[in-house]
T-cell receptor, first 116, second 111 residues
């Protein structure tokens, strides 16, 4: 299988600050990565599709100015939660698929964000 | 759009067999996947069906009927460690697109 590394795994921040989450594909190149958010006891909801070298595509209802996505290389996508509020507290997970397979998505370990 | 339906909770005892059903509606179909997620962890891939029939991987099997837009995950010889949430998923936006997940089925395995 392939490895996707996400960092940090946990972060606590104060309201109004920004938090950056990194997602790296360690042993393959990912032209596309996906960012999901998961609230407790709920399913994973797609926030945005991160495309290397171009702007991210955001799902309806997701504020692009609040959740900044940068995919500057084929192995790294970052999600920055700007001006975080307590309601942004959630589990954020990235995933990537290898270009030669549509059968399996590889997920990062997830980031538990708590905004106080 | 795409949507998936699966039961919210299932309880079973160790050693038993449990089946988790999933029905889906999708505008383009690129296979049905199953993922396992333990509390606080990331989803891990279990199986994928592109064609009708049964796929077996150890204690886990997955079935697909495209004509019925239906699939299931079968877990045999249940163990306590199988207690987790199980999600069925389909691809959105093409074969390399994002995954659309069902709401998840929380499986509790009792001694």
């Amino acid at each position: 299988g392939a490895v996707v590394s996400q960092h940090p795994s946990r972060v606590i921040c104060k309201s109004g600050t920004s938090v950056k989450i990194e997602c790296r594909s360690l042993d393959f190149q990912a032209t596309t990565m996906f960012w999901y958010r998961q609230f407790p006891k709920q399913s994973l909801m797609l926030m945005a599709t991160s495309n290397e070298g171009s702007k991210a595509t955001y799902e309806q209802g997701v504020e692009k100015d609040k959740f900044l996505i940068n995919h500057a290389s084929l192995t790294l996508s970052t999600l920055t939660v700007t001006s975080a509020h307590p309601e942004d507290s959630s589990f954020y997970i990235c995933s990537a698929s290898k270009g030669d397979s549509n059968t399996e998505a590889f997920f990062g370990q997830g980031t538990r964000l708590t905004v106080v | 759009g795409q949507s998936l339906e699966q039961p919210s909770e299932v309880t079973a005892v160790e050693g038993a067999i449990v089946q988790i059903n999933c029905t889906y509606q999708t505008s383009g179909f690129y296979g049905l996947s199953w993922y396992q997620q333990h509390d606080g962890g990331a989803p891990t891939f279990l199986s994928y069906n592109a064609l009708d029939g049964l796929e077996e991987t150890g204690r886990f099997s997955s079935f697909l009927s495209r004509s019925d837009s239906y699939g299931y995950l079968l877990l045999q010889e249940l163990q306590m460690k199988d207690s987790a949430s199980y999600f069925c998923a389909v691809r959105g936006g093409g074969s390399q697109g994002n995954l659309i997940f069902g709401k998840g089925t929380k499986l509790s395995v009792k001694p």
